[in-house]
């Protein structure tokens, strides 16, 4: 198979012939995804927080709550980024 993107995206997925991804490869849409993403998983780690405690394990309460953290703080740093980004875009 000639190294063509379409057969480099065929062995990545293990010989499966699948078509390139179609996200836009774009700055602003990257920093959306990281914000969509990071607010999401703060729900998540929020009901394994509550599961933890409903079972006595405070070392998963501390380890969930650190990555809540993380998540938290990259949920606002990247609102922080996005903002003035598009706010110049419609300029």
Known sequence: ???????????????????????????????ITVLYQSSDNVESLKTYIQDAEAEGD????????????????AAQRAKEMLVPRLQTEQE
């Open 1 to 31: 198979m000639p190294n063509t993107l379409a057969s480099r995206e065929f062995q990545r997925e293990g010989g499966n012939m699948t078509e390139p991804s179609r996200q836009p490869k774009d700055k602003n849409y990257n920093l």
């Open 58 to 73: 405070q070392e998963l309460v501390d380890f969930f709550s650190a990555i809540l953290e993380n998540n938290l703080t």
